[in-house]
């Protein structure tokens, strides 16, 4: 690669196109199915139902404390397949890069997705790359689709809640949102809070072997838990209580949260699971996230009850109840 | 109007500016509206500002005092004496 | 002290306290808190469910962002119309209708606006990009005033000439009378601002008990100072007492923040303001003293903004004047929620209906 900036002309179609793919991605990525450079990847797949979803990652600024946009993806991207309960096989990648963008800075992200595909076990298998004018594509945006097959047998789904499931959370919340929050123009505070994102599907996998029955498994991203148990609460028309106090949050994402003004089951998190587990299940289940790689902090956290049907409350540490509201539009810092 | 949170004053630097901390999260704020914080001060900020020097052990004291309120059988109630 | 803090949720002292207040509530009592945080409070520890079935906890014109006036939000719009010139706000502000728009709006159709936690970050950008024209909208009560006071002494001393401060702020002695006097709503008792109190002091508020022998008590934000505040309320009520009361007196001296105080006394003066849903009261506004003119927005800017308008259906100054609940309005989760919201009320994140829609059953 002679240039050391993305171009133009290296989107064109081109030999500087190739010189890109092959000096950068295929370098990278090193998959046999990407080396052979065929149009479309040709792959085995065993019998059964597959999952397949797609995200595309915008995240600014692309590197935050403890990630980056491309891990953000791959592992983003890992995770949905797992909630389906299927074992994540194969990643598609497509990227937008901006004329502009550090060839070092791309290589930083490949190297990241490379790494998180290869620990969550996934190949990933084909691409594709464009590049915008400079002033479009905020750097880089980058596209995954993700495909598995689902296990023998399963049916999870959010519309499969009921009264007396238990509630569990992996891990600690916030982290991913406070990460990234930490970094921006405007509001930059010291923390050592890192980006939680991190592929989840041998947790989930572990889970499943713990508690066959398991109704679903959600991941809360955007909007965090409160949209997360909002919408398992609509589809299954349930109402689920949380316990406050049981919640895992690190002291440094409260501290920023109450000097921001922000509710923490609103913040974004990038490497949780919820699963909601029939009750003679749950403390196997939470053995088995426990003894995960990343829910080392999970906790069962509420219960799925008969209360008005779409509705999530939070039982308060101070002792009051009241309604864990869904996010709407931007979690915005404020002074009142 | 009144989001302002107890921080305790790690570093203070030139011009009136110091680092705070929240729970270990970090900030810069301004103590120009309190000369009065030193390092270890505990201080509410708002908005990149210090509003007030909190004393310790005065906030122990009130809530000490708090447990204490009574109410007695004739109506009245009664609060215990500092 | 964080100890402290988390001791201020202890709920067996709210228990506690929330006996003492059935005991001493001997008859219906309405008490007001005039301060956006504490109707979050209020709401997200779910108090007035612990509340005896004859006290009331109504809501006033607490939240800044609801209060300030379509004709001010407008005149911040304009000005992120003009080339070159950045509009950095409080996020509170974002969201909020004007006559027409609102600054997230204008941010989405290409307008510079942009989020600080702090004036002193907006300082620091019209430092980094001299090109640009930086004006900060200044919205908030006592509590920030200070601050606002501070930053532009700071750019005077800086000698920076492309930072100016759009001045809406407002001062809540004045508001409280107006509402004391207000024919549609009866007041037993002021739950009285913690943090503006911090800055003021108890003294400003004396008028009102003396006066109009309705009592206050300066209240913090935890759930039992709360309970602390209306338990002090009620007794006073109880007792036959109008007078005011620090509860808060771990944030609040006797005689508030005198550097504060100086400091706004130095930088501006009293003048009118318009409250939304009230109107003006006279001497409730804060204006930008002739000696720093230079950084005073609205002298340096020359922009008409368009004429005003009321948003049609909407409530808002029956609900921040504590003349209806949010419930109460007739637009309150049919056409006015969060996701559509159609006033002040409901879009800002302190104002009193979406705190009652977000943390409550009502109106679903």
Known sequence: MRSDRILLSHGSGGTMMRELIEDVFIARFNDEALLRMDDAASLEVPAGRIALTTDTYVVTPRFFPGGDIGKLAVAGTVNDVATAGAVPMFLTVGFVLEEGLMVEELVRILDSMVAVAAEAGVRIVTGDTKVVERGHGDGIYINTAGVGVVREGLDLSSSHCRPGDAVLLSGTLGDHGIAVMSVREGLSFG??????????????????????????????????????????????????????????????????????????????????????????????????????????????????????????YVQTTFGARRIMDMLVGEQLPRIC | MCLAIPAKVVVINEGDMAEVDIHGVTRTVSLSLTPDAEIGSWVLIHAGFSIQVVDEEFANESWELIKQIEWDDSDNPLEASA | MTDVQAAWRDPEVARHLVELIGHAADRPIKLMEVCGTHTVAIARFGLRALMPENITLLSGPGCPVCVTANRDIDLAIELSRVPGLVVTTFGDMMKVPGSYSSLAREKSEGRDVRIVYSPLDAIKMAQNEPEKQVVFLGVGFETTVPIIAATIKRAASLGIENFSVLCVHKT??????????????????????????????????????????????????????????????????????????????????????????????????????????????????????????????????????PEPRAIPGCQCGEVLRGAILPFQCRIFGKGCTPEHPIGPCMVSSEGSCAAYYRYTDYGR
């Open chain 1, 191 to 312: 923390t050592d809070i890192l980006s939680d994102a991190a592929p989840l599907n041998h947790l989930v996998g572990a889970v499943l072997d713990a508690a066959p029955d398991a109704r679903c498994f959600r991941d809360p991203t955007r909007g965090g838990l409160a949209s997360c148990l909002n919408e398992l609460a609509g589809a299954s028309k349930v109402s689920i209580t949380v316990d406050e106090g049981a919640v895992p949050v690190r002291e440094q994402v409260r501290g920023a949260c109450e000097m921001l003004g922000y509710d923490v089951f609103q913040v974004a998190n990038e490497g949780k699971m919820v699963a909601i587990v029939p009750p003679e299940q749950a403390e196997a289940a939470l053995a088995a996230m426990r003894a995960s790689r990343y829910g080392e902090d999970a906790a069962i956290i509420g219960t799925v009850d008969d209360g008005h049907p779409g509705r999530v």
């Open chain 3, 172 to 305: 809540v002695p004045g508001a409280l009378e107006a509402l004391v006097n207000d024919p549609d709503v009866h007041i037993d008792g002021f739950i009285l601002p913690g943090h503006v109190s911090t800055i003021i002091g108890p003294e400003p508020y004396r008028f009102i008990a003396e006066k109009y022998k309705v009592p206050g008590v300066v209240t913090g934000f935890e759930p039992v100072d709360i309970l602390q505040g209306v338990w002090m309320l009620v007794k006073q009520l109880h007792e036959g007492r109008a007078e005011v009361e620090i509860a808060y007196e771990r944030g609040v001296n006797a005689d508030g923040n005198p550097t504060a105080r100086a400091l706004i006394e130095e930088v501006f003066e009293p003048i009118d303001a318009e409250w939304r849903g009230i109107g003006v009261i006279p001497g409730t506004g804060l204006g930008i003293r002739e000696a720093f003119s230079k950084w005073d927005a609205a002298k340096r800017f020359d922009v008409t903004p």
